[in-house]
């Protein structure tokens, strides 16, 4: 019976001690709740544009500038010249005796010669074919051939010719025989013989020639302008959110209105 009743009241003070235990233990108690909340953003936007505008700022003008050139130009033309020729130095001839002389003559040279003499003497002008049938022995006129010109038994005299082409021709002064005899010829003293030829001869001359004109062009004034614009947008965007706050609160002595009844302090 004794055992009994020890087990009763160890069983009661354990009842007893869990209940005042309920009484003293603190719960955790956790709470959430939404605040709200506005948060704002703002956007900037900048756009850039350029154009390019050309316009006409002036009529078409043409415009004449001036201008020389200058260029080379050659002419040739002829000349009339004149040149001592035929030529013969002072000198004495015996009976049968001859002197000469050559000259170079152009085409178509106008010849005059003229000589002078103390007695009479033959006087010839040969080209060069007619000299070498004089030198090869032909002696009579009648067997000479045509000279270019010729004056027999004059003491002075002038001979005019024309050269009929571009030759050598000779002045040839002779102190001819009588009647094929030197009996009774004298020496004669020869004092001058020669001439003038007139020729033309071509001239090339070189000048240089100016040309004046005018060079025209046609020319338009146009103006190019260019404009930039910038242009800048700005936007504010609100957005409203709800955030979370969560608390957590002891109670204290609820354990067994916690534990049985509402949850809450």
């Given at each position: 019976m004794l055992g009994g009743r020890g087990a009763k009241t160890a069983c009661a003070l354990a009842v007893v001690a869990v209940v005042a235990l309920g009484f003293l233990v603190t719960v955790p108690r956790t709470s959430t709740?939404?605040?709200?909340?506005?948060?704002?953003?703002v956007l900037t936007s900048v756009a850039t544009e350029t154009t390019v505008s050309p316009y006409l700022v002036g009529v078409p003008t043409t415009l004449g500038l001036p201008s020389t050139s200058l260029s080379e130009v050659t002419t040739v033309s002829q000349a009339t010249t004149t040149s001592e020729v035929l030529t013969i130095s002072r000198t004495s001839l015996y009976c049968n005796q001859s002197v000469y002389?050559?000259?170079?003559?152009?085409?178509?040279?106008?010849?005059?010669?003229?000589?002078?003499?103390?007695?009479?003497?033959?006087?010839?002008?040969?080209?060069?074919?007619?000299?070498?049938?004089?030198?090869?022995?032909?002696?009579?006129?009648?067997?000479?051939?045509?000279?270019t010109a010729n004056l027999n038994g004059e003491a002075s005299g002038e001979l005019a010719f024309y050269a009929q082409s571009e030759d050598s021709y000779f002045l040839l002064v002779?102190?001819?025989?009588?009647?094929?005899?030197?009996?009774?010829?004298?020496?004669?003293?020869?004092?001058?013989?020669?001439?003038?030829?007139?020729?033309?001869?071509?001239?090339t001359s070189y000048s240089m020639e100016a040309v004046t004109y005018t060079a025209t062009s046609e020319f338009v004034v146009v103006l190019t302008t260019s404009t930039t614009m910038t242009s800048e947008a700005t936007s504010t965007e609100t957005v409203q959110t709800t955030l979370t706050s969560t608390s957590t609160t002891t109670c204290n002595p609820v354990f067994w209105a916690w534990l049985l009844g509402p949850q809450g302090c």
């Open positions: 709740s939404g605040v709200p909340y506005r948060s704002a953003s002389t050559r000259s170079l003559l152009a085409a178509g040279s106008a010849v005059e010669v003229a000589f002078n003499a103390t007695g009479k003497v033959d006087v010839y002008v040969f080209d060069s074919s007619q000299f070498d049938s004089y030198l090869g022995g032909v002696r009579e006129a009648e067997k000479l051939g045509p000279s002779l102190n001819a025989p009588l009647g094929g005899s030197c009996g009774g010829v004298p020496t004669v003293n020869l004092n001058s013989a020669g001439g003038s030829a007139v020729f033309q001869v071509p001239v």
